[in-house]
């Protein structure tokens, strides 16, 4: 059995900082892409940043030069750190990776519970 697991949500003032964590455990044999989506109240749930077992990240426009991705392929671990947090970024993360297990050698995607994320004063 595989599961992601989040941490790191909480309530921050426009202009603050936040580091998302998300560990991936259980029966892993290989983890491919992942990355964090966001889901705001009454919205779809859309990209935010990925990134590759090679390190290739990908950022969603509205959120480039305010949030970094990065990845320990060691411990099966993803970061989300955020600057300058805005209201809009208002939302439930959640963790998200590409996985293939290691008792049945199949792909599947595999998401966390989420974690949430509100910006206000």
């Known amino acids: 059995q595989v599961q992601l697991v989040e941490s790191g949500g909480a309530l921050v003032q426009p202009g603050g900082s936040l580091r998302l964590s998300c560990a991936a455990s259980?029966?892993?044999?290989?983890?491919?892409?992942m990355g964090w989506y966001r889901q705001a109240p009454g919205k779809q749930r859309d990209l935010v940043a990925s990134?590759?077992?090679?390190?290739?990240?990908k950022y969603a426009d509205s959120v480039k030069g305010r949030f970094t991705i990065s990845r320990d392929n060691a411990k099966n671990t993803i970061t989300l750190q955020i600057y300058n947090l805005k209201p809009e970024d208002t939302a439930v993360y959640y963790c998200?990776?590409?996985?293939?297990?290691?008792?049945?050698?199949?792909?599947?995607?595999?998401w966390g519970q989420g974690t949430q994320v509100t910006v206000s004063s």
């Open positions: 998200n990776a590409e996985i293939i297990d290691s008792y049945y050698l199949t792909s599947k995607d595999y």
């Open positions: 259980g029966t892993i044999f290989r983890i491919f892409d």
């Open positions: 990134i590759t077992s090679g390190d290739s990240k």
